[in-house]
């Protein structure tokens, strides 16, 4: 059993160049290349497509330049990497800039909303006074008639506290001597609060004599914060 | 190195090189697309936010103005149905292309009634506010305009109104800005938009009610919807107003619970049943109807200031 040898060369002559295949043993080969020219090397390969037998090789001739291809294909290869991650360096500190500028917005929306939501009609007391909200309002509020007000509100949740006399304990409305009533809460869990103090009013007849009958309250609306 | 394989080599490298160029450059611009569009759609949220002060609640207004530093398009969408909303987007002007950039991301606004034109285009925007009662507060109207308007034969009330709010892209009679859009009140000769009161009963003045015409379009109006029907489109207009009724109705919902709980500590009241009836009549209403409903209004109001414990103040 032989060994079957095959090359594929290139040869030039001053600016021809031909291709010739040869069949035979490499030192045949080599005495076709110019002796001037130590451009060529061999390399041995095993060929699973030709169907060669056991130690059977075929023998492939790669020119300098195709090395030279192969080292700048592996250059631009690193250069596309250099760059992809300069970009997703800049691309991550984009991104905290985008989640910074988020959380301020919503930060400033929370806090004009704070005056915008006692002022709301539906829990206003007097239109013509600032931050006071009517106890009727919110307690009508807390009930099942919120539900269609879902989308409505600006913030995740809105809460009233009252806040005097001082308690211990949270006591959700309606119940007697309830504390907080939960205007709406859209259920979100990362929620960031913030609060001002309001007067929480009614309308009360008493001997005869109607008057606003006021409390001190805390509202709170809550957030969503984004990490 | 033979002259085929170096041409090759160069050729090779011209390829990957021109394919690198043209990737980055692409990359560039939709980086530049992607920071423009988040720098609109904040200018978008921002919107939303400055125009929280502008809710002029217990007063007769508020005014103010917003600038960029270049060409800005302010898009205006309504939806209505149910509380509805304001969809707000910007764009900015470019460079290059298309006259304008696409718009940034949408900011919906539900629980405000921002009235102008659908495509607003200009580098100084004034926004100013009046509350929208029916017969009790249901909101504030929020107007935005990049225009110059010139208000003649407009009668003393509205005039001291606009003097007082100190809005300077509105005139009062002697106009000399070039290319204000003209407002005539009670009709005119070369006016854009004609206004005609049409109150007759419990009114202060005449135009406490009426019609506005813009483009040979009417728009029926009560109260400071006036502004709204001057400065937005009939489009923007009519849904607002649809969005303003089912609030009102809400709102009127709303009162009848709380008569019910005045009711039990013994601070009674009669409104329940005209509050039921006024929900009943706002609460598919739209602009069309609106004028009618306002005698309605005016009833509810005297009924309710007639209470000793009153629903609403």
Not at chain 1, 151 to 159: D, E, K, Y
Not at chain 2, 57 to 77: A, H, M, P, V
Not at chain 2, 92 to 103: F, H, I, M, Q, R
Not at chain 2, 230 to 235: A, P
């Amino acid at each position: 059993m032989g060994i079957k040898h095959e090359q594929s060369l290139t040869t030039s002559k001053k600016g021809t160049s031909a291709l010739a295949v040869t069949k035979g043993r490499p030192r045949a080969v080599r005495n076709l290349i110019p002796k001037h020219r130590k451009t060529w090397f061999p390399r041995k390969r095993y060929d699973e497509s030709t169907n060669l037998k056991e130690g059977t090789c075929r023998k492939t001739w790669f020119p300098r330049g195709q090395m030279k291809i192969q080292q700048m294909a592996f250059m631009i290869v690193a250069v596309f990497f250099f760059f992809a991650l300069v970009g997703l360096f800049f691309l991550n500190i984009q991104l905290k800039d985008i989640k910074g500028g988020s959380a301020q917005l919503q930060k400033e929306q929370a806090i004009s909303s704070l005056k915008v939501i006692a002022d709301m009609p539906e829990l206003n007391y007097d239109s013509s006074e600032t931050m006071t909200v009517d106890e009727d309002k919110i307690r009508v509020m807390s009930g099942n008639f919120s539900a269609d007000y879902d989308l409505f509100w600006p913030v995740a949740s809105i809460g009233i506290y009252k806040i005097y006399p001082a308690f211990n304990a949270v006591k959700k409305c309606p119940a007697s001597n309830c504390n907080f009533y939960e205007i709406y809460d859209n259920g979100q869990t990362n929620v960031k609060t913030y609060s001002t103090y309001v007067s929480i009013c009614k309308k009360v007849k008493e001997l005869g004599s109607i008057y606003d009958k006021c409390e001190v309250g805390k509202l709170v609306v809550g957030v969503n914060i984004n990490e | 190195m033979k002259k085929a394989q170096f041409n090759f080599v160069w050729l090779f490298a011209l390829f990957v090189g021109g394919a690198i160029l043209v990737f980055a450059i692409f990359g560039a611009m939709k980086a530049g697309d992607t920071m423009r569009f988040q720098s609109d759609t904040e200018i978008a949220k921002s919107i939303s936010i400055i125009t929280d002060p502008m809710q002029a609640s217990f007063g007769e207004g508020s005014f103010g103005k917003i600038t960029f530093s270049q060409e800005t398009r302010i898009n205006n969408i309504c939806f209505s149905g149910q509380f509805g909303k304001n969809d707000i987007s910007v764009a900015t002007k470019s460079d290059v292309g298309e006259e304008w950039n696409l718009a940034g991301g949408a900011t919906s606004i539900h629980n405000k009634y921002i009235f102008s034109s659908e495509k607003n285009t200009g580098e100084e925007y004034y926004v100013f506010s009046k509350p929208f009662d029916f017969p009790y507060e249901v909101s504030d109207l929020i107007f935005l305009t990049p225009k110059d308007y010139c208000f003649i034969g407009a009668p003393g009330d509205i005039a001291d109104e606009i003097i007082g709010l100190n809005i300077p892209n509105i005139k009062i009679e002697n106009c000399t800005v070039a290319d204000a859009i003209k407002v005539c009140f009670g009709g005119g000769s070369n006016c854009d938009i004609e206004v005609y009161g049409s109150c007759s009963s419990g009114c202060n003045s005449a135009y406490d009610s009426g019609t506005v015409v813009k483009d040979s379009v009417v728009m029926n109006y009560v109260g400071n919807l006036m502004y709204a029907a001057i400065f937005s489109d009939k489009l923007i207009y009519d849904c607002n107003v649809e969005r303003l009724m089912y609030r009102t109705a809400k709102i009127a919902e709303e009162l009848v619970s709380k008569t019910d709980l005045m009711d039990i500590r013994g601070c009674n009241t009669n409104m329940k049943a005209d509050l039921i009836m006024w929900r009943g009549l706002t609460l598919n209403a739209d602009s069309g109807g609106i004028v009618s409903l306002r005698t309605r209004a005016n009833e509810v109001e005297r009924k309710n200031d007639r209470e000793l414990c009153s629903v609403w103040e």
